[in-house]
């Protein structure tokens, strides 16, 4: 292309740049100016997507039955009314049995993700490119399908599991497990080889090698990944819709789904906003055992962007 | 002082006299030492977890799909054996999609409609945002960062959920609207309108049409810009000539991106609308798996809406792969 241009630029910019403003002002505009459509229109953005959410979670603090307009503060959806977040039988149930979910899901989608991370970024050999294919791909499928899926495969083939809370958690690591495998290897690949391989040019065997030089240096992204999938869990509501089987194992995101089609009150406000605070501190957490762990190497932001 | 071996020294299968230097090169470019066995088990128990409840599930819906219905309970029977498979169920089906009963094509055709629309929507919104934070924001970059990032830990639930209070009839969209002087202020917005559930759409996925745009034009070389300026195009011209070009991968991404998840979209239709009139493929899916009788036609669904999918999902899984290998 125009390397000579390319080359050039720097060191003309500093002369041409007079002459190109005076070109711009005999045409009536300044070419430096910043563009304020622009301006207008991201900060436009910004404020559409999150006044709707900063207006439902104020609408949680209403002291009426309506969602839609403000009555008065008061915590009656929180915990003062009978059926408010915290008192009706079903919602509390429910609440418990979203966290009992995303523990466990944590649990086993991490430790699995972190691992296949790690075996595939070493192993290049027959059968990877399959299973990082596999891993790709339920990772970019619609979640409804996952979901089928899922729902179909226990009810007719593997029907010792039944539809409740195991299936749940079966379903959910399926379909998390490629978070952690994605962020770990993006960390892998900027580590490369060279510490384990140092490691064991000093004695250490595959294990200690691992356990001891290249675990502590996938903390960050493991943190980040865990927090990543406990909001993503906490938040599902499609995957585990379909295998909840009763009423009992819903979580609250399904209570969330099945109420705001009926007639919602505001303790479906309460709920939501209770999802949305828990996945907050999760991930402020993560963030900072993140941050703790890098030492300020590189942002927490501009890591998460890069890998998205 | 004796003179001990060293651990550096070591030769991890212990002294070997005679060298197979073939092998030593074999295995130093495999990574060195590791028994070949290491590194794939610790693949191994994902990959068995995937086989088993990822592979195997899409070869219970192929059986489904195949299989036939109970005469008595109409729940699937599936069949596992591929030359026992009926296809009655999959031409039903399809010719309900395609042909002269088809009354599903409908759904099919507005499916896309509203995807092509929506992903149009965040295209614009998502490169102008993307296109002002990457170039222009100096100083504020972080938090316009922050606050771009945020609809992330937000639930998809909890953002469509807000739009229900806000759209509500006596909601404050209608006051906001009505205190313009625009409309009557009592339009009941939830009650089916196309308009509602594509800027649902919208709202609800445009965070990933901004993310990989805002990644790509932040690593766009500033000097083929200034190249494009010094050498006498407008702002316009550059931004036509070099910028758009050198995103087409990002925006291709991009659009890949936030129409993979609106094909399988139903709870935005659902909460937002809850109209025959607005159906999507999603909700078509969600029904038939949600109502007896209609298994084998879910499981059809689900092979049609992953046809209809394939070729922009390997298209994405292959640049994505190509992107992993090149760093």
Sequence with gaps: ?308 | MSVDVQPWQQVPDGPTPKRDVKREERESSRGAWYPRWYWPSFAAPATIWLLVLFVLPFYVVVSVAFGTVDPIFQSPLPVYEPWYWSYYNARRVLGRIIGSHAYLEPVFARTFVYVIFAGLICLVLGYAVAYYVARYGGKRKTLLLVLLLSPFWVSYLMRMFAWVNLLQTDGYVNKVLSFLHLGSGHVNWLSGKPITVILGLVYGYIPYMILPLYAFLDRIDQRLIEAGRDLGASPAQTFRRVTLPLSRPAILAGCIIVALPMFGDYYTNNLLSGSPHTTMIGNLLDDSIESTGQGPQAAVLVLVLMVILMIPMIYYLRSTARSVGER
Excluded at chain 1, 35 to 63: D, H, K, Q
Excluded at chain 1, 234 to 247: C, E, H, K, Q
Excluded at chain 1, 256 to 272: E, F
């Design chain 1, 1 to 308: 292309m125009s390397e000579i241009g390319v080359a050039g630029a720097p060191a003309e910019r500093a002369t041409d740049r007079p002459s190109v403003a005076s070109v711009g002002r005999r045409r009536g505009r300044d070419p430096w100016r910043r563009p304020r459509a622009l301006e207008f229109v991201t900060w436009g953005y910004i404020l559409w997507s999150l006044l709707p959410v900063g207006i439902a979670v104020l609408m949680s603090f209403s002291g009426g039955r309506s969602i839609s307009t403000w009555q008065g503060f008061s915590f009656r959806w929180w915990w003062k009314d009978s059926q408010s977040l915290f008192h009706d039988a079903a919602l509390h149930h429910a609440l418990f049995q979203s966290l009992l979910l995303s523990v466990v899901t944590v649990a086993i989608a991490v430790p699995l993700g972190v691992m296949f991370a790690i075996g595939l970024d070493r192993y290049r050999g027959r059968g990877s490119g399959t299973a990082n294919f596999l891993m790709l791909f339920s990772f970019v499928l619609p979640e409804i399908i996952v979901g089928i899926a899922m729902f179909l495969v226990i009810t007719y083939l593997l029907k010792f599991v039944l539809l409740g809370t195991t299936a749940q958690i079966l379903g959910l690591v399926t379909y998390q497990i490629s978070y952690p495998v994605i962020i770990v290897r993006a960390r892998l690949l900027s580590i490369g080889r060279e510490y384990e391989e140092a490691a064991m040019d000093l004695g250490a065997s595959p294990n200690q090698s691992v356990r001891r030089v290249l675990l502590p240096m996938l903390w960050p992204a493991i943190f980040v990944s865990a927090a990543l999938v406990f909001a993503d869990t906490i938040d599902d509501f499609v995957t585990v819709r379909y295998l909840s089987g009763a009423a009992s194992s819903e979580p609250l995101s399904v209570k969330i789904y099945n109420a705001a089609r009926g007639s919602p009150t505001p303790a479906v406000n309460a709920a939501a906003s209770f999802l949305l605070f828990s996945s907050l501190i999760v991930i402020a957490l993560g963030t900072l055992l993140y941050r703790r762990a890098t030492r300020g190497q590189r942002s927490a932001m501009s890591e998460f962007a890069a890998q998205m």
